[in-house]
């Protein structure tokens, strides 16, 4: 404990407090927590590994196995939702949430359901980039436009994602 400069005491050591900006920071039960730089961070950087790893599926579907855009889209977000996920609930929102293997599981459906409306407008804006547009992308003979197309898609859809996921999946204001 630590005295402030009123003469009241404040915990340093409460369950919500990190000293390394871990994934409790900005955990204060209010719009703190839903706002928290550190959190926000947290979830960016899962994100880039989950978009990482959907772009690689996706690229790797579309130029050597000729795959449909929309349909490499579906095996790359539902692998990308996934790791996202674990990461995330480890590692972003780790504070948040019952333990147990049930509450992770139930965790994992509210994410999928949630993900849906981000999913909704990366797939729509991969649509409209890919199919209502005349626009390639050619490296070394094959066609980057749909990989590109995705990631904006990518963008598009992250905020919604985390608001989604901090209120709906994590409860971050409850």
Do not use: C
Request: charged share 15%; no cysteine; aromatic share 6%.
């Amino acid at each position: 404990m630590s005295g402030d400069a009123d003469g009241s005491d404040t915990t340093t050591d409460s369950p919500d407090a990190t000293t390394d900006g871990g994934a409790a920071a900005g955990s204060d039960g209010g719009v703190g927590a839903l706002l928290s730089g550190v959190r926000i961070g947290q979830f960016v950087s899962v994100g880039v590994a989950g978009a990482t790893l959907e772009t690689a599926i996706v690229a790797l579907l579309t130029t050597l196995a000729a795959a449909a855009p929309l349909a490499a889209k579906a095996v790359g977000a539902e692998a990308s939702i996934t790791l996202m996920f674990l990461l995330n609930d480890r590692y972003t929102f780790g504070g948040e949430g019952a333990a147990g293997g049930a509450a992770l599981l139930r965790r994992w459906g509210k994410s999928h359901l949630v993900r849906l409306g981000g999913l909704a407008v990366a797939f729509t804006t991969l649509w409209l980039l890919t199919s209502r547009t005349d626009v390639s992308l050619l490296v070394a003979g094959r066609d980057l436009w749909p990989t590109v197309a995705n990631l904006i898609g990518i963008g598009v859809g992250l905020t919604l994602n985390y608001v989604a996921e901090s209120l709906f999946t994590w409860r971050v204001l409850e």
